[in-house]
C-alpha cells in the first residue's frame, strides 16, 4: 500500500528561493501551482490533492496550466508575481528554463518549490524539490519487467524492449537508465533496447512507436517501459494494433492511472503491472511545504521523495489507485 505520507530531506542540495516574506496583514496566503500538461491525469489528481491541503490549510491556491509551452511558465510566473503571490509551486515544461523561474522568484522575494520535474539555477544549484525519485522509479519498473520476462520463460533472442520517452527531459532519462539496467539484472539476460523519443503523451508514443514494430517483425516477444504510463500504454496499444498477443507483451507502466483501466475493464491485456505514483500526494505535499514557509518561516527542505510500489489487475484497488 503506498504511503501517504512523503520524506523529506534536508541533507543535500541548496534552497535557492529568497527568504520568505511575511504572510500579508490580513492573514490572506495565495500560492499558485503553475503545472505543464495540465489536463494529464496525473497532474489532474496532483491539482486536486493541491486543492484539498489548502482548503485543510486555510488557504487559497490558484491551479494554471502550462500545456507545453515554456514561454507561457514564464509569462504565468510574471502574472503570478504580479497579482501578489506569497509562494508558488512550478512543473517547468521545459527544464532549460529553471534559472529563469528561479531568478524571477528570487527577486520576487517569493518562496518557489519545484514539483516533478528539478529545476537549477546559473550556478547548479537546484530549487527546493518536492516529487520522485527518477531512478529509483526506473529502478522499480526495469526490476519488475525483468521479474516478469524471467517468469514468462522468454528468450533473449525473439525478445526486443521498447523504452518511450522524451528524450530531452532528465527525469525521463533518469527513469528509463534505471529501468535498463534493473532489467538485465533482474532478467540475467541481454534483451536489446529500442529507445523510442516522444513527447510523453499517448498518441506520440502510438505513432513513433508503430515504425519500430513495423520494421521488426521477427520479434515474438515485446517488453515495453517508459517515462510515464501515456508513453507506455500508447505502445502497446501500437503493439495490439500491430496484432502482437497480449501474452507476448510485457508492458510496466509508470503511474498507473492508465494502465489501470484496461485492469478496470477486465480487457486481456499487454499492460501486466505498473508503478504507482500518487499526484495527488505531490500536491498535498508542495502545498504544505509552501505554507511552512510563508506562515511559520520554516525552511523548505531541499528534496520532498514521495513513496511508490508496484501494481497489477489484483492489487491496484487496494493500494488506492484512483482508475477514472
Known amino acids: 500500500m503506498i504511503s501517504g505520507a512523503l520524506l523529506a530531506s534536508c541533507s543535500s542540495g541548496k534552497d535557492t528561493a529568497a527568504p520568505q516574506q511575511q504572510a500579508p496583514a490580513n492573514g490572506k496566503i495565495t500560492l499558485y501551482y503553475l503545472q505543464k500538461q495540465g489536463d494529464q491525469q496525473y497532474f489532474v489528481e496532483q491539482a486536486q490533492g493541491a486543492q484539498e491541503k489548502a482548503k485543510e490549510l486555510g488557504v487559497e491556491l490558484k491551479v494554471v496550466n502550462l500545456g507545453q509551452d515554456a514561454n507561457k511558465a514564464i509569462t504565468e510566473l510574471d502574472a503570478a508575481v504580479a497579482q501578489g503571490a506569497n509562494g508558488v509551486a512550478i512543473v517547468v515544461p521545459d527544464q532549460a528554463i529553471g534559472p529563469q523561474v528561479i531568478d524571477k522568484a528570487k527577486s520576487a522575494g517569493i518562496p518557489l518549490i519545484a514539483s516533478d520535474d528539478v529545476i537549477k539555477d546559473g550556478t547548479g544549484a537546484k530549487a527546493p524539490f518536492v516529487g520522485f525519485n527518477g531512478s529509483q522509479m526506473g529502478d522499480s519498473v526495469g526490476t519488475e519487467a525483468g521479474k516478469l520476462f524471467k517468469a514468462a520463460g522468454w528468450a533473449a533472442a525473439d525478445t526486443k524492449i521498447i523504452s518511450a520517452f522524451k528524450q530531452d527531459l532528465t527525469v525521463c532519462t533518469d527513469r528509463v537508465n534505471a529501468a535498463k539496467s534493473a532489467f538485465a539484472k533482474a532478467a540475467g539476460a541481454d534483451v536489446p533496447v529500442i529507445d523510442v523519443g516522444t ?88 502545498i504544505q511545504v509552501l505554507v511552512d514557509k510563508v506562515k511559520n518561516g520554516k525552511e523548505l527542505p531541499a528534496e520532498t521523495i514521495a513513496k511508490t510500489t508496484i501494481v497489477n489487475k489484483d492489487n491496484y484497488k487496494q493500494a488506492g489507485v484512483n482508475c477514472t
Open 199 to 286: 513527447d510523453n503523451s499517448p498518441v506520440d508514443a502510438q505513432n513513433k512507436s508503430g515504425a519500430v514494430i513495423g520494421s521488426n517483425p521477427g520479434v515474438k516477444h515485446w517488453v515495453v517501459w517508459g517515462c510515464n504510463d501515456e508513453n507506455e500504454t500508447g505502445v502497446v496499444t501500437a503493439l495490439a494494433n500491430s496484432g502482437v498477443q497480449a501474452n507476448n507483451i510485457i508492458g510496466v507502466g509508470l503511474g498507473a492511472y492508465l494502465t489501470c483501466k484496461d485492469w478496470a475493464a477486465g480487457k486481456d491485456t499487454g499492460n501486466k503491472s505498473a508503478l504507482y505514483i500518487s499526484g495527488a500526494e505531490v500536491g498535498r505535499s508542495a
